[in-house]
Structures are given as C-alpha cells and as structure tokens.
C-alpha cells in the first residue's frame, strides 16, 4: 500500500513567526544576509557567499544579462536562463561578466530612419528617455546621433517627424573613448552639464552608456557581489540533456556557478550530469541540482555530489504542475523537511549543503519564512519579473502597467527538457501558463524595502544573522480565522500605501 504523509502539504500563508527575546543590539543596520551558496565541511568557509539570499529565477522572463548585473549589484545572483542556444546564453553569461559599473549597455535603439512615434513606442517600452540612433539600430552600431526628451516636443511636432531632423547629432555631440575610466567619464559629464555620455569605440561604435544618475547610485551598493578580478558574480542554468556542450561554454563566458534546473530533481538525469561535470572538472565547478520536496530527493542529490540543492515543485505562481500531474508538496512543508535532511546530512557527514527555497514567494514575509524554515537563499520568478530590469515587455494594461510573465513549461517558453522524460514530443503537455505581472519599479528600491522587512522581523526574533536564525526562530500554524485577524480588520480603509501591500 502506499505510503501515506500524515502531515498536510503546507505553505508559507499557513505559518508566521513568535518573536523571541530581542536585545538593543538588536536592529536592521546589525543584521547580515550573507549566506553560503555552495557546500563546505565543517570549520571551514564556502567558496561562494552571497551578500543577500536571493537568486533569480533560470527563466526567459526573469534572468538575462541585464537582471544578471543588477542582482549582483545588490548582492545575490541570477541563474541566466537555459532555454535558448549554447551560444545565445554563453554570450549574455559573457555581457554580464564584462559589464563594467556604471557603463550600461545601451537598451534603446533605433536606425535613423525611425520617426517620432518610434522614439515615443520605444520610450513607453522600455521607460528610458535616451535612445541611441545607430546605423543599423542595434546597440552597438555606428553611433549617429542622440536623441533624449529635449529634442521633441510632442505637442508641437507630428509623430511622423524623422529622427534625424530632432537628434543630436554626432558632431554635436559629448562622447568618450572606450577605455575611459568611470572617474573621467564622470568629470565630462559634469563639465558639459549633460546627463549622459555616449562611449565609442576607434570605429565610432557606440559600446555603453555612463549616465549622471547612475553615478551616486554606485556609490549606494556596498552589498555588490564581485569575483578576485571585481566582475560581477553570474550563474547560469544547464539541462540533463546538452550538457556537454552547454557547461564548457558557459565557463569559458565565466559563469561562476551552474544549477541544472528541472522540475524534477530526484532522477538518474541529474546523477549523470554532476558525474560528468566531476568526471571533466573536479569540484572546481560548483553546480546546484533539483528540485525536490522530501528528504530522499535531498539525499540522492547529496550522494550525487551537488554544491547546493533547490526545492520546489509546484508551488511556482505561473506553475501548474499539481494541477496537470498531481505531483509536488507545498513550499513550507518541503522546505522544512529539506532543511531538517539537510542538517542529519550536516551531523553524519560534516558537509554542509546550502538549500535554495525556489518559487511561491508572494509576499516578502514568506522569504523570512523561508529563510526561518531553514532555506540558505531563496529564488524567486514572478517577484524579479515584475521590476525594470526584467527582459521582458512592459506593457499598458487595462489602466495600469503590467510586465509579462510566463512559465518555462508554457507554450511560449517550449523549455520542454526542463521537464523532458524521453517519449513522444507530440504528447507534450503544458505545465506552466503565460500571465502578466504588475509592473513595480526598480529591481534596488524593490530589493531594499523587502529586506528591510526580513532584517526587521529578524531583529524582533532576535538574530542578527540567518544561521541564528534558522537555529533560533520559533514558528506556529495559523487557524484560518487569525489569517483575517493578521490584515487591516473592521476598519475603513483610506488608502494602501506601496509598503503595505506587496503581493
Ligand atoms: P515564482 O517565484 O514565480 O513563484 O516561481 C518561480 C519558479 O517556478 C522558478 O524558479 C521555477 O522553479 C518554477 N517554474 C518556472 N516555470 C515553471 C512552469 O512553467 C515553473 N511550470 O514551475
């Protein structure tokens, strides 16, 4: 007969915290994040830490190069996401590994045949004003002019106007060579009042961007996340299927860490790929595996030789897998017994190895719980898919701005070896769904608010740091009455504030 779970399959809505006794020392600027990300023995250090124990999702909506840079500026890592050719993810592993702070790829383009309702399309897409008119549209074309919100006024002119007769034209404008320190780029932008500086190279390509308002806020980043030659620190994420083309190209890009991202951890695929990656490197790779949901899947994974282990089935906010299958366990309860396979592993073996609380997250107090329950880090989807730096569209909606959102098992991302078993590619059936998220902002005011939280309520349990904290935190079920006891109740509500209700 089979084996039947006493406990529920539970999720993070169904705990909260107890506070426990909180000394003066106990307040948010004392609290560290830093948390390890791959496995170590006991007494000594992990390879990796992040400075903050977020990672972005492995998922075409969510981890580009772009994300990439503006995670690691914060302090924790985005896993570029694997569904796309060898070559289309070695090179954005290779943008983000040789971006350098403060020179921004240049994300809005066009030809000089474009007009002024190209400008204002590009301009509602992407939020930015400065848009670069190169010879062949790209961002890294010959660079022929400027345009930024004061060369038009679109109440004066007709949307049919061309570029070319409102851009600043190349010869009138401020640029600097490629090779250019930030210091310097800073200085012209000061002394020529301009809020932008184009950066050329000896072909008169532009190559980045270094922009005024960018200048204080890389002042503003402590928590950057750099390897030994200061680059910011990249995943990326590989399959059981090509990895033996896929992971040498990702490391010659300098990927620093690799996850094989499955919905399905607990399989011979993934002993067979950390064997292959052993077998050609040693443990000088350092890769995650998963995701599972119990203690044997941790387990196996553990044998198997993975640096980290992910866990989450279904609990994705664009995920349908229990609905499709029937298979997977609630965030909280597969974190907790994770976490508690974790430690028995930690006792009997003297490894350590970080686990990563992937998906589910809706509100920012489930990454305190998480972290409570015992996950090193977490990842999330739908939470970075919502910001500026996400790779994907921004669109009206309805009134409000939304940005889209879809599955890996969706139709639209075909990441079929995600959850590929062999058998008849014309069985394959969707797990995953295609969904607008609303659009939030910047991925740093997001980030810092979040944490905010989790170091406040980390500060109310008393720690200062998270391995106190998933020793020390206390956590109790909620009844289905106190959860309306826990919001706004029996009041009129006047307004809520962008703090209260982040969803
Ligand atoms: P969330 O943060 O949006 O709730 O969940 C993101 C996680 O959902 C990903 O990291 C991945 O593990 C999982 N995911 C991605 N695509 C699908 C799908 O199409 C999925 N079913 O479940």
């Keep these: 007969m089979a084996t039947v779970l006493k406990e529920p399959s539970r999720t993070f809505n169904e705990y909260l915290l107890i506070p426990g006794y909180s000394d003066m020392e106990a307040r948010p600027e004392n609290v560290s994040l830093r948390t390890p990300v791959v496995k ?39 896993f570029i996401f694997g569904s796309q050719s060898v070559e289309s993810q070695a090179a954005m592993v290779k943008r983000a590994k040789s971006y350098k702070a403060g020179f921004v790829p240049s994300d809005s383009n066009l030809k000089p045949d474009a007009t002024l309702k190209d400008v204002l399309d590009l301009k509602a897409e992407k939020g ?39 851009m600043t034209p190349f010869d009138k404008m401020v640029w600097g ?14 002394d020529n009042k301009v809020n932008q500086l184009p950066i050329i190279d000896k072909k ?44 040498p190209a990702l490391l010659e890009a300098g990927a620093d860490i690799l996850v094989i991202d499955s919905s399905e951890g607990y399989s011979e695929w993934q002993a067979v790929t950390i064997k292959w990656i052993r077998d050609h490197y040693g443990d000088k790779v350092k890769v995650g595996a998963g995701n599972v949901v119990d203690a044997d899947g941790f387990r196996f994974l553990a044998d198997c030789g993975a640096d980290f282990v992910k866990i989450g089935i279904g609990g994705g906010s664009i995920c349908i897998t229990r609905e499709q299958k029937g298979i997977g366990r609630g965030q909280a309860s597969a974190v907790i017994d994770v976490a508690k396979a974790r430690d028995e592993y930690f006792k009997e073996t003297g490894v350590y190895i970080p686990i990563c609380s992937d998906g589910g997250i809706v509100y920012d107090y489930h990454m305190t719980l998480a972290l409570a329950m015992g996950a090193d880090f977490i990842m999330l989807g739908r939470y970075f898919a919502r910001f500026d730096e996400s790779p994907s569209a921004k669109l009206m909606v309805n009134g409000n701005y939304v940005k889209e959102y879809w599955g890996e098992g969706s139709a639209r991302a075909r990441n079929w070896q995600r959850y590929d078993l062999g058998g008849d590619a014309k069985l394959k059936f969707e797990e995953g769904v295609d969904s607008y998220v609303p659009y939030a902002g910047s991925l740093h005011d997001n980030v810092q608010m979040s944490l905010g939280k989790v170091k406040s309520t980390m500060c109310n349990c008393g720690a200062l740091n998270i391995p106190d904290f998933q020793k020390n935190a206390k956590l109790t079920l909620v009844s289905a009455v106190s959860i309306v006891e826990g919001g706004a109740h029996d009041v009129i509500l006047k307004e809520v504030g962008p703090s209260t209700g982040q969803r």
């Design 40 to 78: 170590f023995k006991k007494g000594e250090e992990s390879e990796l830490y992040m400075n903050i124990p977020l990672t972005s999702a492995v998922m075409q909506a969510v981890s580009d190069d772009n994300m990439a840079v503006a995670l690691a500026k914060e302090g924790g890592i985005s």
């Design 128 to 166: 930015h004003s400065t848009i670069a008119i190169t010879e062949d549209g790209t961002a890294d074309g010959k660079l022929l002019g400027i345009v930024t919100s004061k060369d038009y006024r679109v109440s004066r002119m007709d949307t049919s106007t061309p570029v070319t007769d409102f």
């Design 177 to 190: 060579s490629e090779g250019i320190t930030l210091s310097e780029a800073n200085d012209l932008i000061w």
């Design 204 to 247: 008169q390509r532009l190559t980045s961007f270094v922009f005024r308002k960018d200048y204080d806020s890389h002042k503003e980043n402590p928590n950057e996340l750099l390897d030994e030659n200061k680059r910011y620190i990249v995943g990326a994420g590989i399959n059981t299927r090509d990895y033996e083309e896929r992971v």
